[in-house]
């Protein structure tokens, strides 16, 4: 099983998108600065995570988030998240 995520920068607060088939360790590199693109963003929530029955089919859901219409879904889809952190 693979997985796509979706993290969110407490720094800049940009999204960070990828995939991998072990969560809980990429997040672990994620968190320790062993990532280059995420070495510099602060800490990172997970605020997405999506479950793919293979390495293509996430490799395909992982460019679609990333994509214009990707960024739209996932702002419909964590309306509620986004809500949130704006009241805090």
Same mark, same amino acid.
């Given at each position: 099983?693979?997985?796509?995520?979706?993290?969110?920068?407490?720094?800049? #607060?940009? &999204?960070? *998108?990828?995939?991998?088939?072990?969560? /809980?360790?990429?997040?672990? $590199?994620?968190?320790?600065? #062993?990532? &280059?693109? *995420?070495?510099?963003?602060?800490?990172? /929530?997970?605020?997405?995570? $999506?479950?793919?029955?293979? #390495?293509?089919?996430?490799?395909?859901?992982?460019?679609?988030? /990333?994509?214009?219409?990707?960024?739209?879904?996932?702002? #419909?889809?964590?309306?509620?998240?986004?809500?949130?952190?704006?009241?805090?």
């Amino acid at each position: 099983m693979f997985w796509v995520y979706v993290l969110r920068s407490s720094k800049d #607060k940009k &999204l960070y *998108t990828g995939y991998t088939n072990n969560p /809980k360790g990429r997040s672990k $590199e994620h968190q320790s600065g #062993k990532v &280059l693109s *995420t070495k510099f963003r602060g800490e990172l /929530k997970l605020v997405y995570l $999506e479950a793919c029955i293979n #390495k293509f089919d996430a490799l395909a859901r992982e460019k679609y988030l /990333k994509s214009g219409r990707g960024k739209v879904f996932l702002k #419909k889809r964590l309306k509620y998240w986004y809500k949130e952190e704006v009241q805090k």
